[in-house]
């Protein structure tokens, strides 16, 4: 009995191995792990265009996706994804808020009211054009300077296992 425990232990732990992940590293606070099946999206170094690719593994350095694979230390910029979007509680929502307060203030004046105040209007337009302006000035992109850093994590037991 104490075998056929042992050994259902042993191969739960087993299957239950993690595998290699690329960890973004923001500060000490802030950190996420991408793992296989990730859709991760990326700027190079020396380029502006976008590349959003599903990791489909790892290999020593490199992060592999089908049919590309890229250094870590070719990535200059991340693009704000679910997993980033959490660090920056109100950034991303500006924009949102902004649009629907400039078209709900003179829609709630003008059911109240029954008639449009021009400075009604005025500060609707005001708030839409808010909107507008930080939708365009935030940006969407990490900068992969400094403290900031992608890196593949080998899982533990590889690393004991290796030796």
Known sequence: MKV?????FLSFICLN???????????RNQEVFYEIGDKISFRLKGS???????ITGFQDSLILFRNY???PNSISHLYVDEKTKTWYIMKYKYDKLLLIAGIGYPLIDLVNSGELDPTTLIIGGSLISAGLLARWFIKKTIKIRGNRQLIIVQPFNAAVASD
């Not at 056929?4 to 259902?8: D, E, K, N």
Request: hydrophobic share 40%; with cysteine; aromatic share 4%.
């Open 17 to 27: 191995c993690p595998a290699q992940k690329l960890l973004f590293h923001k500060n």
């Open 4 to 8: 056929l425990i042992t050994g259902a």
């Open 69 to 71: 694979q890229v250094n």
């Open 48 to 54: 502006k265009d976008k590349i959003a690719r599903k």
